[in-house]
């Protein structure tokens, strides 16, 4: 049965909804309509094409990552929100595998929606990592360490790719753990920070 007032905004939501129960790459104009219970063409009058709805997902999908690490890192400093912005992160993945994947790519430069969603995220990770006193490229290369480092262990988690059976919350403490050390040696003692030139991030 058709849903009443169909929108856009619903249109992104359940094409999200349906990215993570089917998997980002199988996400198709077609399946959404079909769980919306409308037509092909009643849903074009609110989406323009697939890659269009696959660009709002992601965008959708940046801002409740962000939305979501934000709030656990609220009142919290130096490892203690290293660990809740990871476990956040970690969180959502798991929740929303489909999302998650449609959040990895980078945006286009010239893409001002998607570049404001991927900046949210960037913010939330950039003020985590002050309290070990990074500026600059220092802090640039050690967002992109962190980021590249809770995405792979996410990936391979929502992806099956973990087959030994071993605590794999226990795992993913001992990364963060490795991380907060990294993260407490980032910078040699005397060393000035390089500022990040403008777009690099």
């Given at each position: ?43 074009y ?11 709002d ?41 489909g ?17 404001a ?85």
């Open positions: 049965m058709p849903k009443a007032g169909l929108s856009h905004d619903l249109v992104v939501r359940e094409a999200a909804q349906v990215s993570d129960d089917v998997g980002w790459e199988n996400l198709t104009l077609n399946v959404v309509a079909k769980r919306l219970g409308v037509s092909m063409p009643a849903l009058k609110h989406i323009g094409s697939l890659e269009g709805l696959r660009h997902v992601a965008v959708l999908a940046l801002n409740e990552l962000a939305s979501a690490m934000n709030g656990a890192v609220v009142g919290m400093s130096g490892q203690e929100a290293l660990f809740a912005m990871a476990r956040a992160y970690r969180a959502y993945g798991q929740r929303h595998p999302r998650y994947s449609a959040s990895v790519r980078a945006p286009s430069w010239i893409d001002a929606e998607h570049s969603a991927a900046r949210n995220v960037l913010r939330v990770a950039y003020t985590t990592l002050e309290a070990y006193g990074l500026a600059g490229r220092d802090a640039a290369d050690a967002v992109r360490a962190v980021r590249a480092t809770l995405h792979g262990f996410v990936s391979l988690e929502t992806g099956g790719g973990f087959g030994i059976p071993a605590d794999l919350d226990r795992s993913f403490r001992r990364l963060v753990d490795g991380l907060d050390a990294t993260l407490t040696h980032w910078v040699p003692a005397g060393h000035a920070a390089e500022p990040v030139p403008e777009g690099a991030r």
